[in-house]
């Protein structure tokens, strides 16, 4: 490429159709940007797909949310969601949780209310008024009221619709090889169907981005970590709201399918069902009427970690032209990740 300028009427390229990519085309093209958004499969396929999608505060310690990304994140979220007009499989019925004993319980729920995040005890009782499928509950049980869960994929593609309706451009089955440079500033990108020049490009590729990164010798730290994903058919809803105990964390995805989220041992290779067997025990001992509950689908996928474990988001000072976007939580993060790069486009 030449030094000139990229043309006035070149793009801002995202690269990855993901939650996150998907929610920073919306916020650009809803700002007046042209925009083209790049994957390399579907919009939602790749790690989004395999989110639990747990939107609030109550599986993470309370310093989770500090700093102004993650403060700002739940009220960003929702006012997302008045800006798009697709369904993306809202189950807006709160969070009950609890851990190993009921000091424990205690003790972060304390820790929450003094964050000033909404959150309160309840009783066993109080509990399975709340999730009546449940067998049993503790004496001590973490609530927290605003938490809530999406489909995903379906929040994905609402976000590339909006996106499109204003004008944006989604080029799936796209694979990106490697970003052009040139005068020490990002120009575009080189793709496996040609190369498109861009005004700026930004990288919201997951893991993905480390490599193409690098290829304009930026040097960035992100890790997979595996997480796995169950999804399970059941007769009617079992759960109301977000489950999590020391045994399990559930929700339903709609009436007919729950969702389970799975750690991943270490060094673990194997089939992801076998990381079903457990857990779909605990789910059939702990619901009423859940022998009929079926293992339908499993599936691992790496979750981008930056290695300080803070996202990271915005323009690389040392490559102009550059912008990232990587992070996890991806679903909760993306609304003021989208709000970010778009504010860091204000003068293009």
Known sequence: MSDAPAPANAPIVVIGAGVIGASIAHHLARAGHDVVVLDRGTPGAGVTAASFAWVGI?????????GSLRERARPEFDRVLTEITAPVGLRPFGAVTWEDSDALTRAFVSEHQAAGHRMELLTAHEARMREPSLRDAPDVVAYAPDDLGVDPVAFTRALLQSAQEHGAEVRTATTVLRLLHDDGRVRGVVTDRGVIEAKSVVLAAGTASTGLAASVGVDIDVAGS????????TPRPLVRGILS??????????DATLLAAEDVPLGFSGDPRELAVATLAAIRRSFVDADEVRLEHAVIADRPI?????PLVGPVPEMPGLHLAIAHPGVILSA????????AHTTL
Do not use: H, M, W
């Not at 595996?226 to 058919?233: A, Y």
């Open 58 to 66: 109550a599986k993470s310690p309370a310093d989770a949310y500090a």
């Open 226 to 233: 595996p997480c796995c994903l169950l999804r399970l058919s």
């Open 245 to 254: 105990t020391p045994e399990f964390e559930v929700r339903q995805l709609d």
């Open 306 to 310: 930056p290695a300080n474990g803070q």
């Open 336 to 343: 003021e990740i989208g709000r970010q790069i778009a504010a």
